[in-house]
């Protein structure tokens, strides 16, 4: 089939950008939305163009790496009714027609700075992870295994919480562009585990002080979060997220400074 | 073996290993004796690991927790981007929790044996101890592993072995595994242990007075090079699978920082070792850029078959069972479908080879999980593989509840990678090599769910408690970036990246790659001949000359620049087929995932020959011109008596 894509073109944050049209011919329905990338780039690049620019690794919808605008939804989700929320590694080509027109654009966030064209500088996630994500059990400390037990319903509830890959498109599909997704599903996966109790105060306050100083908007319970999700993670997190916050405020946990 | 294609040089041995005790003694024994650093002087040492995945995502936070200053690279935008998120069925332990007849010395036992007896056994003992400290710790990460209704962690069973040890969390344990390793390198970062450089790529190694001293890098988004410096580094860069193009590897997976050290003089090992993994989902059109695996744990619920009948093109539900023929569990009664990894591919190989494969271009075989949902229920079959069965869906468009999964063998994984002492210390001095890209644990074939378990040991246990005695006789004097080997490094670097951008041929980089990794997956691939490889070798030599002539490379220096990244990715890629190909000629026996045509049982398994070649290839890096330079690091089996693999 034969496309044309109108994709976002910036050479770098400090220099404005633009929607800039190309045709795209014999692109194969079996195709990855990213290959079918690879195949206008290949183009440009014989025509003395510069390539389009846009993150990805594993292009199999785990590493959280790709993630672009697609007909203004996150990955493309919501747009087709059969095909499962993915990545957009995972979106292929024979969910549009011949004919289509495809608008391709970066996630935009302030606490996600442009890089160029359709990368972006997404460690803000990281520096959330960093005030509080983790459980402290440096190498070596750790007791047997079997020593733990967790039932099977809050391993299965911390597991589904955990599969989110970091990408960004929560973010980037909120209208406050508010990352409680990504951080709630981090509170919520080390919340429900019996390891997680030493620093489940602590956590969830840091965590939250950061995401605000990252300039990430509030959350105000719109949804497009979980909608565009890759993974499916669930708006409930977000709710167990406030009330452990309560909670945690209420016992007097505050922010480190 | 024509004398133009190597050289032989002095022989090399592992001199780490404490071999006056018995063989379960030795790594504790290895600790005592190991040189300690106190804890006040190690804030005064400073130690480089490159990348963030399991391996050296554990290592940098272990590292930091112990008081060192660690530097930490990778060239993904977060460290939790690393290719070990992409593993899915497992990690194996000798925990014995089934009760099933497991131990130390078994997994080490089936490690061995797996791995074709081309593995160093004190190693990989060492690794079937500390597997089951390895779980310990990441339950008390906080990794959410699939559980029983009490609260006890389940296990699976995987190829290769006969015991249950697989740990797993659904279909994603190696994201999980390396999100625990992660939070902890995060947690150290906010500690300000380790020093954080995102989106960085390291280009060379700096080698002061015969020890590694830093590296090169280039930051990816300023596109600036710089020199970074260190008392020691440690590179865990993954493996070399993309040097096929077409591998289940992460599209920026590269071997660049292996390759330039061993430019520098580090030996590299088995190069030809490659693991072709048997169930991945089939190459549909020539514009693909990647394949992906589905887990072998699919195989242990999962029935391999084919029609017996070649040209059969009927709808697989629709072939009666009296004219299906399952292979494996055919010719390997005892394994059936879990037969390790090596052999199930050939197989799948052979059979396409008989006109029998499946699909569009006669490339692949069923997996068929018909059998175990009447046996099971579609629920069961959901919680153990739904996410596996989701992502074949999206990527064929094809429901496998409904119909079988079509498979095919891909490149997964290189056993091969640089060569390293009992200490994981490569034969250049204050240079350490952990996970994929040392070539220590897994001989000529790994095991399934191996792979994370080496990783974590190598990162968690292994190389912090070994980069110590080395470290003991630092800090070593300063290097500072006028120093003539760091200049040289630079510029060395400069020049290749400016050359690249200067060629303005008439190809893309992508059209190099692809061209050397049909190449290599044809003549070097499931199955290698002396002519299949002689012709690899003629032609790699013309590729490179074409590529360094004639490539198309758009973009500047100094800025965020893909297109460069990619074309110096390959540059090494050529230069390491070359080597893998010499390697894979020279070694004229079958053992593991390296089959030659030449060397085979008359039914058609893998044909070792242990008097000429139990031994570990270190391949020394020569000037253009000149021939590489074959060491040879004798393999002894004290414990594991050297044995024709049988599956049977």
């Known amino acids: 089939m034969n496309l044309k894509l109108r994709v976002w073109r ?186 997680g109790q030493p620093e489940r105060d602590d956590r969830v306050v840091n965590m939250i002080h950061q995401q605000d100083l ?10 497009e979060c979980s909608a565009s999700c890759p993974k499916g993670i669930s708006m409930e997190n977000i709710s167990r997220l406030n009330h452990d916050l309560l909670g945690a405020l209420r016992a007097g946990a505050r922010p480190k400074s | ?121 004190n190693n990989v003992h060492r690794l079937a101890e500390v597997s089951a400290a390895i779980i310990d710790q990441c ?27 697989t740990f797993y969390a659904r279909g994603q344990t190696g994201q999980q595994l390396l999100y625990g390793a992660y939070q902890a390198l995060e947690r150290q970062m906010a500690a300000g242990s380790v020093e954080q450089f995102a989106r960085t790529e390291m280009l060379d190694l700096i080698v002061v007075d015969g020890k590694a001293r830093g590296i090169v890098a280039r930051n990816l988004i300023t596109g600036e090079i710089s020199t970074h410096f260190a008392d020691a580094v440690v590179l865990a860069t993954g493996g070399y699978s993309n040097v096929f193009y077409l591998s289940t590897n992460a599209k920026g997976s590269n071997a660049t920082a292996i390759w330039r050290a061993h430019k520098r003089g580090a030996l590299f090992a ?111 079959i959901e919680a153990k593989y739904g996410n596996l069965f989701d992502m074949y869906a999206q990527i064929t468009g094809e429901d496998p509840y409904e119909v079988p999964m079509r498979i095919y063998p891909a490149v997964h994984y290189t056993m091969g990678g640089l060569w390293v002492d009992y200490d994981l210390q490569s034969t250049i001095p204050g240079l350490f090599v952990i996970g994929e890209a040392n070539f220590s644990d897994h001989g000529a074939n790994r095991l399934g769910a191996s792979a994370l378990m080496q990783g974590l040991a190598d990162g968690y246990f292994v190389l912090p408690n070994t980069i110590n ?77 074409e590529f360094w002539t004639n490539v198309k490379v758009p973009g500047e220096l100094g800025r965020f620049n893909q297109s460069l990244e990619h074309a110096g990715r390959v540059a090494d890629f050529i230069e390491l087929a070359e080597l893998m190909c010499v390697d894979a000629l020279h070694r004229n026996e079958s053992c593991g995932g390296h089959f030659r045509a030449e060397s085979q049982t008359p039914e058609g398994e893998a044909l070792r020959d242990d008097e000429n070649y139990a031994y570990v290839a270190a391949w020394e890096w020569t000037p253009e011109g000149a021939p590489p330079v074959l060491h040879k690091e004798a393999l002894e089996f004290e414990y594991v008596h050297l044995a024709q693999r049988s599956y049977k």
């Open chain 2, 270 to 380: 088995n190069p030809c070792y490659t693991q072709i993994h048997p169930t991945c989902i089939p190459v549909h059109g020539e514009y693909q850029s990647k394949l992906t695996l589905m887990s072998e744990s699919l195989r242990n619920d999962g029935r391999v078959w084919v029609p017996k009948e070649r040209g059969d093109t009927r709808d697989p539900r629709e072939i009666p069972e009296d004219e299906r023929d399952y292979y494996l569990e055919r010719i390997y009664p005892s394994f059936g479908n879990l037969v390790p990894r090596d052999i199930a591919s050939r197989q799948a190989k052979n059979v396409c080879d008989e006109g029998r494969g499946v699909g569009p271009n006669g490339l692949g075989v069923y997996l068929d999980f018909a059998e175990a949902t009447e046996r099971l229920g579609r629920p069961a």
């Open chain 2, 139 to 165: 339950v008390a990460q906080g990794v959410p592993f699939a559980r029983e209704y009490g609260g006890l962690l389940d296990n699976r069973s995987f190829g290769g072995t006969q015991v249950s040890r």
């Open chain 1, 10 to 195: 910036q050479r770098s944050a400090a220099e404005k950008g633009k929607m800039v049209t190309y045709q795209v011919a014999d692109v194969s329905p079996d195709m990855s939305f990213l290959e079918m990338l690879d195949v206008l780039n290949e183009q440009l690049i014989l025509d003395g163009e510069d390539p389009v620019s846009f993150d990805h690794d594993c292009r199999e919808g785990i590493c959280g790496s790709c993630g672009v605008m697609i007909n203004g939804r996150a990955h493309g989700n919501g747009l087709f009714d059969s095909h499962p929320q993915t990545a957009t590694c995972q979106l292929h080509m024979r969910s549009f027609k011949d004919g289509d027109t495809i608008d391709v654009e970066p996630w935009r966030a302030t606490a996600f700075p442009l890089i160029k064209d359709l990368a972006v500088d997404r460690s803000a996630l990281d520096r959330i992870i960093q005030a509080g994500g983790y459980i402290s059990a440096p190498t070596g400390t750790a007791p047997e295994a079997h020593s733990i037990l967790v039932a099977k319903k809050d391993s299965d509830a911390a597991f589904d919480a955990a599969t989110c890959i970091g990408c960004g498109a929560c973010v980037a599909a909120c209208p406050n562009a508010s990352s409680m997704l990504f951080t709630s599903s981090k509170v919520v996966h080390l919340g429900l585990m019996p390891q």
């Open chain 2, 1 to 121: 073996m024509a004398l133009e294609l190597f050289t032989v040089g002095a022989p090399i041995a592992d001199t780490k290993a404490p071999m006056d005790v018995p063989i379960g003694e030795r790594w504790s024994e290895r600790r005592f004796r190991a040189k300690l650093v106190n804890p006040a002087n190690r804030r005064k040492l400073t130690v480089i690991v490159v990348g963030t995945g399991l391996a050296g995502g554990a290592a940098a936070a272990t590292l930091g927790e112990a008081g060192y200053k660690v530097k930490s690279f990778w060239y993904q935008d977060s460290p939790r981007r690393a290719h070990s998120v992409a593993a899915q069925g497992g990690i194996n332990a000798a925990k014995n929790y089934r009760n099933d007849g497991d131990s130390v010395h078994r997994l080490f036992y089936d490690t061995v044996k797996g791995g074709d007896f081309r593995a160093r056994e």
């Open chain 2, 469 to 545: 005695d080395y470290l003991a006789a630092g800090p070593f004097e300063k290097v500072d970036p006028q120093h003539p080997a760091a200049v040289e490094a630079l510029e060395g670097v400069r020049a290749q990246s400016e050359r690249l951008l200067s060629i303005n041929g008439t190809r893309t980089t992508a059209s190099f790659h692809r061209e050397l990794g049909r190449l290599m997956f044809d003549l070097c691939g499931m199955e290698r001949s002396e002519e299949s490889l002689r012709k690899a070798l003629d032609r790699i030599p013309e590729i490179r000359q």
């Open chain 1, 214 to 223: 990252e300039g990430f908007g509030g959350c105000t319970n719109i949804g």
